[in-house]
C-alpha cells in the first residue's frame, strides 16, 4: 500500500508564507494525480488544488494568484507553496493522490494524515 507523509504545515502571520511538501512512498507503483485538500474546524474537506501528472493545475478561487501546486514526478513528492497566507487559510491540509499498480494492474485513491496550517492575523 502506497502512503503519503505531508510536512511543512505550522503557525505563520498573515502575510506570511509555507511550503507543504507530500511524499508518497512504497512498491512498484506510479502516480496520476494529485491534488491538496483542507479541513477547517467544523467544515467539509475541500479541493485547494490539483495537479495531473503532465503538470497542468487548477486552483479554488480563494487561492489564486497566492498558492502554487507543483510536483516532482521522480521522486513522488508534491509541493504546495503558499504565499500572503491569511487567517482564513488555517485548516488541516491533506494530500491525495490516484496510484496506479502495474502488476496486478488496480488503481485506488490514497490520503495522507494531514498537516496543520495555521495563520493568525
Known amino acids: 500500500q502506497v502512503q503519503l507523509v505531508e510536512s511543512g504545515g505550522g503557525l505563520v502571520q498573515a502575510g506570511g508564507s509555507l511550503r507543504l511538501s507530500c511524499a508518497a512512498s512504497?512498491?512498484?507503483?506510479?502516480?496520476?494525480?494529485m491534488g491538496w485538500y483542507r479541513q477547517a474546524p467544523g467544515k467539509q474537506r475541500d479541493l485547494v488544488a490539483r495537479?495531473?501528472?503532465?503538470?497542468?493545475?487548477n486552483y479554488v478561487d480563494s487561492v489564486k494568484g497566492r498558492f502554487t501546486i507543483s510536483r516532482d514526478n521522480a521522486k513522488n513528492t508534491m509541493y504546495l507553496q503558499m504565499n500572503s497566507l491569511k487567517p482564513e487559510d488555517t485548516a488541516v491540509y491533506y494530500c491525495n493522490a490516484g496510484v496506479i499498480v502495474a502488476s496486478p494492474f488496480r488503481t485506488y485513491d490514497t490520503w495522507g494524515r494531514g498537516t496543520q496550517v495555521t495563520v493568525s492575523s
Open positions: 495537479i495531473t501528472r503532465g503538470g497542468s493545475t
Open positions: 512504497g512498491n512498484d507503483f506510479s502516480i496520476s494525480a
